[in-house]
């Protein structure tokens, strides 16, 4: 970061020359990044950036941010830099012990809230590899009929989860438990059927590439088995037990993983045929089914 122009360095002036080397750097977003970065070394919100356009930093605020602009200039995802994450508008915090929210996990939120608002009376959902806890939370915001049931095999991850939900204020109607696929943990007195289930379980391929930062995401949360179905299989398995007749199922997969979902999906028998749905990048990506 030389200071070539002899100029204090003020916020619209570090956003500008961090914008210029996060794009040399091929860094995703590189003005958005930027702007994260910097509104935490400041401690101010992203949007206040733009009334501070003028004010030059201090000196260990400076410091702190070219720290972490080389750090997402090296790939290291900028969510774990300043440990949040926004997800259907809610803020998540994260760690490298969670996958960080994708904006394609909102669909599974889409469809267990509208079909939790349509049913009247208390309702639930359980969201498995609940990972940061963002799809529980999300349901439960904007289904406040739902009791929701957050579980994730990693006892890190429910860890972070319960201080999400602790922080939404939304403790009183979502349970966060370490478990095993669909096996119901002791504590939850919500019933054994289910309304919705929604799940974003790891998909990826053991040999498949992952895109740039997504190595320092937690491998339990992204990869499993030759094909990414070993998780899949199991839980399309064991889905209709726990959910009510007409409850739903929302599952997220990957890319191409859509025919092999959509086939699982028919041949267990106890679902009416999956809508395949598809995020903002015209990719499908999650399945929608209901239990008959
Ligand atoms: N969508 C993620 C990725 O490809 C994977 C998430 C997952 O496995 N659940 O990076």
């Known amino acids: 970061m030389a200071d070539v122009q002899n100029e204090p360095w003020t916020v619209l002036r570090l956003l500008d020359w961090?914008?210029?080397y996060f794009q040399r750097a091929a860094v995703e977003s590189p003005r958005l990044c930027a702007e994260i970065l910097l509104a935490h070394s400041l401690g101010c919100k992203r949007m206040e950036l733009y009334t501070r356009h003028d004010y030059s930093p201090k000196e260990e605020?400076?410091?702190d941010f070219r720290q972490n602009v080389k750090k997402a200039a090296d790939g290291q995802p900028?969510?774990?830099l300043v440990g949040q994450k926004e997800f259907y508008s809610l803020t998540f915090r994260v760690s490298p012990a969670v996958l960080i929210p994708r904006p394609e996990t909102e669909l599974?939120?889409?469809?267990a809230v509208a079909h939790l608002r349509n049913l009247s009376g208390p309702t639930t959902?359980?969201?498995i590899c609940t990972g940061s806890g963002c799809v529980a939370a999300a349901v439960a915001k904007h289904a406040p009929n739902a009791k929701v049931l957050a579980t994730d095999i990693s006892p890190r991850a429910v860890e972070i989860a319960g201080e999400n939900i602790e922080s939404l204020g939304l403790a009183g109607r979502v349970t966060c438990a370490v478990a095993?696929?669909?096996h119901l943990p002791e504590g939850w007195a919500g019933?054994?059927?289910?309304d919705a289930i929604t799940a974003n379980p790891p998909y990826v391929a053991d040999d498949d590439e992952v895109g740039k930062g997504v190595e320092y995401e937690p491998a339990g949360a992204l990869r499993?088995?030759?094909?990414g179905l070993n998780v899949i299989k199991p839980l399309i398995a064991a889905a209709p037990d726990r959910l009510k007749p007409g409850g739903i199922f929302c599952l997220e997969f990957g890319q191409s993983q859509a025919d092999a979902v959509r086939d699982l999906i028919v041949e267990i028998g106890a679902f009416e045929e999956p809508t395949i749905l598809k995020d903002q990048q015209a990719i499908e990506r999650a399945a929608v089914t209901r239990k008959r």
Request: charged residues 20%; proline residues 4%; hydrophobic residues 45%.
């Open 18 to 20: 961090t914008k210029g």
């Open 61 to 63: 605020q400076l410091a």
């Open 78 to 80: 900028v969510a774990y």
């Open 108 to 111: 599974l939120v889409d469809q």
């Open 125 to 127: 959902c359980w969201d």
């Open 180 to 182: 095993d696929l669909l």
């Open 191 to 194: 019933g054994e059927f289910f």
């Open 224 to 227: 499993a088995g030759p094909e």
